[in-house]
């Protein structure tokens, strides 16, 4: 299958400070890219979709001014965290949907746990 | 928007017996369901997914089944193993091409 990476897989920052998250698609080109959230034993949380080239689109109730998504190229999104907290803290994972003339499927990174401190 | 639930949230099963998680969606326009194996500490991966132009689907141990009236869809794994034991999400979305909604989740524990 596809192949989608995910850096940093464990980041310690202080309160305050900004993290960025690099999610790749390593052996196809993904226009769209997904950011999702998942606290321990819970479910994955849909942040936002991320598109090549345009903005992101974001759930209702996810600050898009906090969780800044940026898609430059087609193997390449971006999730930063600004001014973290320590409520930020959680395992951010991203997915990559291949295309394809019948299906899309997707792929997961191996997700970044953040521990804002 | 799309709201996905799933039960139960945790189901223990003997070795050998089958296991049935069930699924509800909320929004008539959803026709995709996937279904992601979560092992601890790994990613999703995709094990299984029906479209709404089916209702039942069959891949070895596991099956899908789909009625789009009920808004209702459940995953049956047969002759359950230990390495069957995870965390399975159920999931729903328009075509397999848009954002998918996550089910909250459940945890199969198969004892051998």
């Known amino acids: 299958g596809a192949v989608v990476s995910q850096h940093p897989s464990r980041v310690i920052c202080k309160s305050g400070t900004s993290v960025k998250i690099e999610c790749r698609s390593l052996d196809f080109q993904a226009t769209t890219m997904f950011w999702y959230r998942q606290f321990p034993k819970k479910s994955l949380m849909l942040m936002a979709t991320s598109n090549e080239g345009s903005k992101a689109t974001y759930e209702q109730g996810v600050e898009k001014d906090k969780f800044l998504i940026n898609h430059a190229s087609l193997t390449l999104s971006t999730l930063t965290v600004t001014s973290a907290h320590p409520e930020d803290s959680s395992f951010y994972i991203c997915?990559?949907?291949?295309?394809?003339?019948?299906?899309?499927?997707?792929?997961f990174g191996e997700g970044s746990r953040l521990t804002v401190l | 928007g799309e709201n996905v639930e799933q039960h139960p949230s945790t189901l223990s099963v003997q070795e050998g017996d089958s296991a049935v998680i069930k699924c509800t969606y909320s929004?008539?326009?959803?026709?995709?369901f996937p279904w992601y194996k979560q092992e601890l500490g790994k990613r999703p991966q995709l094990i299984i997914d029906i479209r709404s132009n089916v209702g039942e689907k069959k891949d070895q141990r596991i099956a899908v089944t789909l009625n789009k009236t009920a808004k209702h869809f459940s995953l049956h794994i047969t002759e359950t193993q230990p390495e069957d034991s995870a965390v399975y999400f159920c999931?729903?979305?328009?075509?397999?091409?848009?954002?998918?909604?996550f089910g909250p989740g459940t945890s199969l524990s198969v004892i051998p």
């Open positions: 997915s990559a949907l291949t295309s394809g003339p019948n299906t899309g499927e997707l792929f």
């Open positions: 929004d008539s326009a959803s026709n995709y």
């Open positions: 999931a729903a979305s328009k075509t397999s091409y848009d954002k998918v909604i």
